[in-house]
């Protein structure tokens, strides 16, 4: 392309042929209901290209500053996910560390669709996230499960399905290893009312069915239910949504904003969200956001439930785990040991390179296993056993904490009851101007 930035493109007149090449090309499409990186011209699968995602939501990649401020206020080295660009980009999150720094309050919220019994690694990811912000943070946390959105999405799941998985997903959410006293796991289903129901009518009276078409991609033929489930995901985002955590003094409470981890493709709820928020005299919410963790077949499709092959799902045995990564894993060696040794492998598309990524907190292993492989000194069996193991270690731990999990323990989480923390152990203290 010659077209100036800025300009209008040139008008031209394709062929057919070049028509129907121009065509295969498709571009990268992430919505909340559709994730895919698009298609090069030769048909190829494309990975994401976040950074192009980031620049049209209008949000930021986290700096190196916001990384080192994040240190200096918390007195925790930054998450792995965040050292590594796995956790990449976020709204306002300086705004966060400054209301962290003076002790002002804030929550945590994320969420979960339930579309099936199981939860594979990567739903675990912007859960595995939380929990950490959470300790470090030492705030409160909600968590959604939107087991309405999911049963108005899907022409499969009915109501009683729709349940049976918040159930069981709330289980393996739980096994992640949230302080039951710092957070309160509901259901739409159950939840949806009161403070929670107004605060959803508030927010659907403001957001039209124009604006929902533009960002969320829906058309005529989408339901009703799905335009207006927007409003019930943002609802979450104010603090006087959950009264029995932040009390009733509404004028107060209206002031505590919403941390939102999730993954990049929930964005444009929230962006919608910040747009209305200070027009109903609530804080905006901030938003901190991740990437995907790639399929086995590779770094152009994400993981899915839905196709057992592509992921490694939390419930797997030791052995699937071994199996699936030596069959499935895409490798980004060489055919052969001789010519891995020669011209080495390509670590930004090797599916089990990109898994230590996630899974192996120890930094300088990592780069050596990089180097090593890069070079060729490691091959590629090698490289997956290590994997393996890695990925064995974090599933294990995981359902050693599921087995603790009883109906009990759910029912606990999910009681409508104040929470308790503490915030920030020493804030700077801020004088107050005299009046
Ligand atoms: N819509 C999300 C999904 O389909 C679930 C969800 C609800 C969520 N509220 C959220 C995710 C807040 C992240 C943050 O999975």
Redo the contacts with the bound molecule.
């Keep these: 392309m010659t077209d100036e930035p800025g300009q209008p493109p040139a008008l031209t007149t394709l062929s057919l042929a070049e028509k129907a090449h121009v065509s295969k090309a498709v571009e990268q499409k992430v919505t909340?209901f559709d994730v895919s990186g698009g298609v090069d011209e030769s048909g190829k699968l494309l990975p994401v290209d976040y950074d192009k995602l980031v620049r049209e939501f209008g949000a930021n990649l986290i700096s190196k500053q916001l990384l080192e401020r994040f240190e200096k206020v918390t007195g925790h080295r930054p998450h792995r996910f965040m050292r590594r660009g796995i956790v990449f980009s976020h709204r306002e999150l300086n705004v966060i560390l400054d209301r962290y720094e003076k002790g002002q309050p804030f929550f945590l919220?994320?969420?979960?669709?339930p579309?099936s019994d199981s939860v594979h690694v990567g739903h675990t990811i912007?859960f595995e996230f939380t929990k950490w912000l959470q300790d470090v943070f030492d705030v409160p946390l909600v968590i959604?499960?939107?087991d309405d959105?999911?049963f108005m999405h899907s022409q499969k799941i009915e109501i009683d399905d729709a349940r049976k998985y918040t159930k069981a997903n709330v289980m393996d959410i739980i096994a992640v290893g949230f302080d039951p006293k710092k957070t309160f796991i509901f259901s739409n289903l159950d939840f949806v009312g009161a403070a929670f129901y107004e605060n959803i009518c508030r927010l659907a009276k403001r957001i039209t069915i124009n604006s929902v078409r533009g960002t969320f991609g829906f058309t005529d033929s989408n339901n009703v239910g799905e335009f207006h489930f927007c409003a019930t995901?943002s609802a979450?985002a104010f603090a006087t949504s959950f009264p029995h955590i932040f009390g009733t003094d509404r004028k107060k409470v209206a002031s505590i904003p919403a941390l939102?981890?999730?993954?990049i493709d929930?964005d444009p709820?929230f962006r919608q969200c910040r747009e209305h928020a200070e027009k109903m005299k609530y804080k905006k919410p901030a938003l901190i956001h991740s990437i995907f963790l790639p399929a086995l077949q590779g770094p152009g499709s994400k993981m899915s439930a839905s196709v057992d092959s592509s992921a490694i799902f939390m419930n797997d045995t030791p052995n699937r785990i071994k199996n699936k990564i030596n069959k499935y894993a895409f490798s980004g060696g060489q055919d052969t040991a001789e010519l891995q040794r020669k011209l080495g492998g390509n670590t930004k598309v090797d599916v089990p390179f990109q898994y230590l990524t996630f899974f192996l907190e120890d930094d300088d292993e990592l780069e050596r296993i990089r180097v090593a492989y890069e070079k060729g000194e490691m091959l590629t069996g090698e490289l997956k056993q290590r994997c393996i193991a890695e990925v064995q270690a974090y599933v294990q731990a995981f359902q050693e904490r599921r087995a603790q999990v009883n109906e009990q323990t759910v029912a606990e989480y999910m009681r409508q009851r104040p929470l308790e923390w503490k915030g920030n152990p020493n804030p700077i203290v801020v004088e107050k101007p005299k009046k």
């Design positions: 909340p919220y994320t969420g979960r669709g579309s912007p959604m499960l939107s959105e999911k995901q979450s939102i981890p999730c993954a929930q709820y």
